[in-house]
């Protein structure tokens, strides 16, 4: 009761400060002193490129490993095949052609790039699965890789191999170097991972060789995580690595873009500030983390957690429904598409949080993406062709004000390509509200069919608003249809 006491207070406050939606948490413009998108094209722009996908993700397994601390976390061969057979049968008919792999599990290779995913023993001394291996897998059954990796990291056994394009450089002088590197946000960080520092010779072809390698394995879908750690070493308020400075990860987003779309790769950028209005980011992805991680899923991750609360560096909102809401202003048709990242359907309370954090990133443009391998009731949530077909023709709605502190915030709306509108109602209360919305609010005049996506049923004509009694946590998407 506490907490809800406290938060109650806290949005109290909010109210007072912050109660209309001038704000804005990142719009400081003397972050690049220069526009670092001169001569750039966003990767949404590309042909085929303006889409979010439906995939599943070992994220849940291996989540469950590291907390039960067993060492190390593995995906074996048998779980891939296992996790395979999961989708195929259960998701493929319905649009989700992808498995995508996760950072948990060793991540290795011989010269600079991963080749091998996974020991296949709880041993580090065990072999590990050949990415190719994964790939032919997915293949047989009409499916595709996206791996978890990211090129501002480097993966070798070998400290002397050269990276490809250049005369004789080798991939181990790309690593930090404290007699020259001065220019470092925290010199005294610890770094977790083998960082490339982008104003070191070779850093740029080795960027190029990274998407090259993926491209020629057959692997066009990236996730790239730990952003911020790299540009300024900070996670909330904590110092986590040495941070290596604005002009370097700006230099290697602008590779990303370059070399994604001369390879023909979608890249999902994870935990960046997003500084500048995201202004690199726009062009460097095709799709962004806009929360804090899911861990365990349950609705305090999707809409309680810090409610209402900004930062102005990762992670910007603690729960995926406030970062949908802020980020909706830079989301959009051939522009980058917003991740609230895994859905662990099975953590939610009732049907009607469980069609809320299915129906939240459909209507926003983002993807669904599985974890976990659901069955049954749990199941069918992922399943509903009708919203699912947002996500097939590319919809991207928006909230009918880009407001956290009022309830404009939970009802969203778009078009489909038919002229059709789709209309989301939604209720993060903790009690059954009424939602509504005039028509003439969203630029609609004259009669509608209204049609409930979740129930499968028409509703009757509609001429002056949409109103419904929404259940504690619940939601309903009406597709509303010009009468004849």
Sequence with gaps: MKKYIFASLAFAALLTSCNSNEWDVTSDLSVDKTDPTVGLTPLAESEGMDYAPLYWSVYGELRAQEKAGTFPNIFTEDMWDQAIDYVATNLKAHGYDMLVTDGFASMSGDNGYMTRYSHTQRSDSS?????????????????????????????????????????????????????????????????????????????????EGFFKHYSDLGVKFIRMDFLSWYEDGMNYNDIIGKGFGRERYVKGMQWVNKYAQKYGIYVSLVMPHLRNDAIIEKYAGNMVRIDADALEGTWYRFSDNGRGSLRGGWPNSENAFDGFINWSKISGHKKIRLDGDFIRIGSYADDNEKMSVISLPLLAGGPISVTDMPTGADLKFFQNDEM????????????????????????????????????????RDQAAATRSVELSKIGLTGTWIAHDMWKHVDEGPVTDKVEALIPMHGCKIIKLTKAN
Excluded: C
Aim: no cysteine; net charge negative; hydrophobic share 35%.
């Design 388 to 427: 699912l077909a947002l996500n097939k023709e590319g919809f991207v709605g928006k909230p009918l004000e880009r407001n956290l502190w009022n309830t404009d915030g939970e009802i969203w709306y778009g078009q489909m390509k038919d002229g059709s509108w789709v209309i989301g109602l939604f209720n």
């Design 127 to 207: 072999p590990e699965v050949e990415l190719s291996t994964i790939v032919s897998k997915l293949a047989a059954k009409g499916l595709k890789l996206g791996v978890y990796d990211n090129p501002f990291w480097y993966h070798y056994t070998n400290p002397d191999a050269v990276i490809p394009g250049t005369d004789g450089i080798k991939v181990s002088s790309l690593a930090y170097d404290p007699t020259k590197d001065k220019d470092i946000k925290h010199p005294e960080g610890k770094d977790q991972f083998g960082w490339v520092m982008t104003d070191h010779p070779g850093a740029e072809q080795f960027f």
